[in-house]
């Protein structure tokens, strides 16, 4: 079974500061990691994704997000946000398949980006 | 456009009836799922289905069924032994059951009952 936590609920910033929303997860086994985002009234859309191979992963609208394993981490960054980043954010991670079908996905409760102008 | 389709967005029912919610799907994928939101609480699987008629429970299945007669199409219905029915229902899908697919969502459903 694995877990995650969203260390904050709320997280309010000014428009151009930097941002880190914290996602940590445990788990007895390798796992995959994901952040989607949540636009009010909307379903989740991904925004990016940890397999395998460089810890660092990036999205097109310039977040990124570092694996940390000995942490057990997958922070989600972005040095400078605008009003348009406002919205939910979760992490969710799921077991790496030692076989084939239905591994669950696990997700975070969300943290809520407030970008102030 | 491929995607998923939730109808309606909102809707309203009264304590005792049963509703059933729409999703479909043109993105070919095989694996469907249901999630509740609930404020504060994340996303609670209730069922999934990994191809036409087959189904297994999620975490949040009791009062609630659903029935996979096409691969497009994964209807939800909320039965009156749901306790708490009030929520934020998302349809998803991926391109199998596998968990390196990252999961597509719809719209949603925002269903009250009263």
């Known amino acids: 079974a694995q877990s995650v936590t969203q260390l904050d609920s709320q997280v309010p910033v000014f428009e151009e500061a930097p941002v880190e929303l914290r996602c940590n997860y445990s788990?007895?086994?390798?796992?995959?990691l994901f952040w989607y985002v949540q636009y009010p009234n909307q379903g989740l859309q991904l925004l990016l994704k940890?397999?395998?191979?460089?810890?660092l992963v990036e999205s097109i609208n310039g977040f990124e997000a570092e694996f940390n394993k000995s942490q057990t981490s997958f922070h989600l960054r972005k040095p400078s946000v605008h009003i348009s980043d406002t919205a939910e954010y979760f992490c969710?991670?799921?077991?790496?398949?030692?076989?084939?079908?239905?591994?669950?996905?696990?997700f975070g409760i969300g943290t809520k980006l407030q970008v102030i102008p | 456009d491929g995607g998923i389709t939730q109808s309606p967005k909102y809707l309203f029912r009264k304590e005792g009836q049963n509703v059933t919610l729409s999703c479909e799907q043109n993105?070919?994928?095989?694996?469907m799922y249901w999630y509740r939101q609930d404020p504060g609480q994340g996303l609670r699987l209730i069922y999934y289905?990994?191809?036409?008629?087959?189904?297994q429970k999620g975490d949040i299945a009791e009062g609630y069924s659903v029935s996979r007669e096409k691969k497009e199409s994964f209807p939800l219905t909320v039965t009156s032994a749901q306790k708490n029915p009030t929520a934020f229902y998302l349809c998803?899908?991926?391109?199998?059951?596998?968990?390196?697919?990252?999961?597509?969502f719809g719209n949603g459903t925002r269903l009250t009952v009263t």
């Open positions: 993105l070919n994928h095989d694996a």
């Open positions: 788990s007895s086994v390798s796992v995959y």
């Open positions: 289905s990994q191809i036409v008629n087959d189904f």
């Open positions: 998803a899908t991926s391109l199998m059951g596998g968990s390196n697919s990252p999961l597509h």
């Open positions: 969710a991670v799921t077991p790496v398949p030692n076989s084939g079908g239905y591994q669950k996905v696990t």
């Open positions: 940890y397999l395998s191979g460089s810890t």
